[in-house]
């Protein structure tokens, strides 16, 4: 086992004084390289300008080259670190590197050993910053990788109640009971053929009680089977990540409280599970929520948007000012734009304000139109809205169009569909092989940048 790695420029003296060592360095492609000198490893670092999202991967493609070497400590100097983008990018680095060093290995018999990093003359402050950053995003994967038999409904409210005890983050949970006395009935109605229990969390911080007033509303189904109308396929594990929106809010609340951000916001997460059974919704049942508005099930299987909408209903009763709704919503937004970015839906400012927002933290998303003229295809023949739409194209569209009904006129809405950057294929900087945590650190972003 390596004990220490130092982490320098590519144009080091100690890497540059033989020939050898030098030619090496300069003429591999990859920006860094891992090199022994004189019984030292070194990871030479390319010198160029990189942006934020591109030192955090740099970061995190060192930290799981050295994990998977079994070094326990590397050591870099703060000048180093402005070589990778043109100027000191101390919090980038250390969040990359933290997420680099990530996996979940809570049922695995062999586990590994982050490597822990020195950053010689950096300001603490801004180390402390980049650890909660990935400590936020670390938070959202474990959630999101997690069994569903551990994380159901019951067992996910508990968790929240229990994570933030110590902290100045008031969370309230809805039971059966109390979701019925609400009319919460799309909760209700979708969670109905599960053995464990509907939930609804709501996680208040008030950082500033003076800022506008904004809801985050994270689509939280713990194990999605499809319902009545089953999915197919051989291998549907990862459904158990179809509450990766709610994770992005557990995990901005989480970064907005240990931050303390001056911020006014309020976490409103439905839990269900979507199962079949006798007493599972069946296709072709009405559901009519709190604000007056009947809905056809068509597809039990478009469940998100069910749940959803008494999250948006529940965010109008808080009146808040700025409302983001964030799910794993449809199969469309990812054929449409892959597995990098989410699409965002809504008022045109406010979609190009988080996509800047969005470039700045890794969590990218792209504007995405909402084709009013696709509305008619969501009318039902006995109902006023039936949850999918009878066209074969648009279906991120369609589905912002449906949450669009249950939006608080006032409020100024966007949309997430992050379906397609669920979870990573492949070991890729400081992504795992596993789920990415997309969502906290753009929900917590955007919520200080309204609020400025």
């Known amino acids: 086992m390596t004990q220490v790695a130092m982490i320098v420029s590519a144009k080091d003296g100690r890497l540059t004084k033989t020939l ?37 991967m740099l970061a995190g493609s060192i930290a799981s080259d050295l ?19 043109g ?50 995003v670390a938070l959202s994967r474990d959630l999101m990788n997690e069994v569903s038999d551990v994380l159901n409904p019951v067992g996910y409210a508990e968790w929240a109640v229990d994570h933030f005890a110590q902290t100045a983050v008031d969370v309230t949970v809805f039971d059966r009971a109390e979701l019925e006395r609400r009319e919460m009935n799309g909760v209700l109605t979708v969670g109905q053929g599960s053995r464990h229990e509907q939930r609804f969390v709501e996680l208040r911080y008030e950082g500033d009680a003076s800022k506008p007033l ?75 929520y709190k604000n007056g508005t009947s809905v056809q099930v068509a597809n039990t299987d478009a469940e998100g948007r069910l749940i959803l909408a008494d999250g948006l209903i529940r965010a109008g009763e808080w009146e808040a000012e700025y409302v983001v709704d964030i799910a794993t919503l449809t199969g469309a937004i990812h054929r449409a734009l892959g597995d990098k970015i ?21 969590d990218f998303v792209w504007p995405m139109p909402m084709t009013r003229a696709y509305n008619d295809s969501l009318k039902s023949d006995y109902a006023d809205l039936k949850n999918i739409s009878t066209l074969g194209f648009a279906g991120a569209t369609t589905a912002a169009l449906f949450l669009e009904h249950f939006v608080d006129p006032k409020a100024k809405w966007l949309h997430v569909d992050m379906a397609g950057v669920m979870e990573a294929s492949k070991a890729e900087g400081y992504y795992a092989k596993s789920a990415t945590g997309y969502g906290a650190r753009l929900l917590a972003d955007y919520t200080v940048a309204v609020s400025k």
């Open 67 to 85: 994990k998977g070497r079994r070094v326990e400590r590397a050591t870099a100097d703060v000048r180093t670190l402005a070589t990778v983008n």
């Open 342 to 362: 989410g699409g965002v839906f809504g008022e045109e400012a406010l979609a190009f304000e988080m996509k800047k927002v969005g470039e700045a933290s890794g």
């Open 214 to 288: 904004v809801a985050l509303v994270g689509k939280g189904v713990t194990f999605d089977t499809g319902g009545i109308s089953l999915k197919g396929g051989d291998d549907l594990s990862d459904m158990r990540m179809d509450m990766g929106g709610s994770a992005a809010v557990m995990g901005a609340i989480h970064l907005l409280e240990r931050t303390k951000a001056p911020v006014n916001v309020v976490g409103l997460v439905p839990m269900v599970e979507n199962a079949p059974d006798n007493l599972s919704v069946y296709p072709g049942e009405v559901i009519t």
């Open 20 to 56: 050898s060592t030098a030619q090496y360095v300069e003429q591999n492609a990859t920006p860094f390289v891992t090199v022994m000198v004189d019984g030292t490893l070194y990871v030479a670092v390319k010198e160029e300008k990189r942006d934020e999202e591109a030192v955090r």
């Open 87 to 136: 100027r000191e990018a101390v919090t980038a680095f250390v969040e990359g590197w933290e997420l680099g060093g990530y996996e979940f290995s809570k049922y695995q018999q062999k586990k590994g050993t982050k490597t822990a990093l020195v950053i010689d003359g950096a300001d603490e402050r801004e180390v402390t910053l980049g650890k909660t950053r990935a400590e936020s």
